[in-house]
């Protein structure tokens, strides 16, 4: 794969080189051949004289004038009057004071120190190690046989009593009013169609249910503990 990846990359970049100086070339044949055009000199224009302006009038400078200075007061200056120095106060003479020789310290004479007997220690005899009892182990949790729990038999459903429907009574036919005949025109009385009496609904027994059985309960494995260490306190 990168052999290929190069190939193409080196096809391509000599494709581009070969453009390239192609273009070079035939922007060098267009130049050549297309003659250049040759435009007509610029015409010389003289030069305009300078008009010569007239100088300007000297300003005479006007004299500054000086503002007079204020006369100030000289103000005296206040006499302090000079304090006198204290007279220096000479320093008492403080006699010196003798000292006195003290006797030298008496000479302790050392106490011999008395040499105590070491006692002579009984040696202890090492108690005898019991053997380790051997503790059986004790069976893990999963590991035990769970008990069978007998299933509850279900009461049976006591079947649903069945409802007579109360049959409707049969409507009667409404006897048909003749109508009272008009003086102007005289109608025939048209006598009313009586009413088909309505029929019993038939009892439609009911299916009786199936009944599924329950359902199997999934037990889950007891949830692992974990164990987390505390957090340092922070200082």
């Known amino acids: 794969m990168l052999c290929k990846n190069t190939m193409a990359s080196l096809v391509f970049l000599v494709a581009l ?3 390239c ?29 300078k008009p010569e302006l007239s100088p300007h009038p000297a300003v005479p400078e006007l004299p500054k004038p000086e503002p007079p200075h204020p006369l100030v007061p000289e ?17 008492p003479m403080v006699p010196e004071v003798p000292k006195h020789d003290l006797p030298p310290h008496p000479a302790m004479p050392e106490i011999p120190k008395p040499e105590l ?7 202890v005899p090492k108690e005898t190690q019991a053997p380790h ?25 006591a079947p649903h009593p069945v409802v007579p429907e109360v049959p409707k009574e049969h409507e009667l036919p409404h006897p048909a009013m003749p109508e009272l005949p ?18 019993p609904h038939p009892v439609v027994p009911e299916v009786p249910k199936h009944e599924m059985p329950p ?3 999934a037990e889950l494995p007891p949830k692992p503990k974990f164990h987390f260490p505390e957090p340092a306190a922070k200082p």
């Open 182 to 199: 008009k003086p102007e025109m005289p109608h025939h009385a048209v006598p009313g169609v009586p009413k088909e009496p309505e029929l």
């Open 117 to 123: 007997p070491h006692p002579i220690v009984p040696a």
């Open 21 to 49: 100086s192609s273009m070079s070339s035939a922007a060098r044949h267009l130049e050549e051949a297309v003659p250049k055009k040759q435009y007509p000199p610029h015409p010389i224009v003289p030069e305009l004289p």
């Open 133 to 157: 009892s051997i503790v059986p182990e004790v069976p893990k949790e999963h590991d035990l046989p769970r008990p069978v729990m007998p299933e509850v038999p279900k009461k049976p459903e």
């Open 215 to 217: 359902f199997p309960k």
């Open 75 to 91: 103000v005296p200056h206040p006499m302090v009057p000079e304090t006198p120095k204290e007279p220096e106060v000479s320093h």
């Open 17 to 19: 080189l070969l453009s």
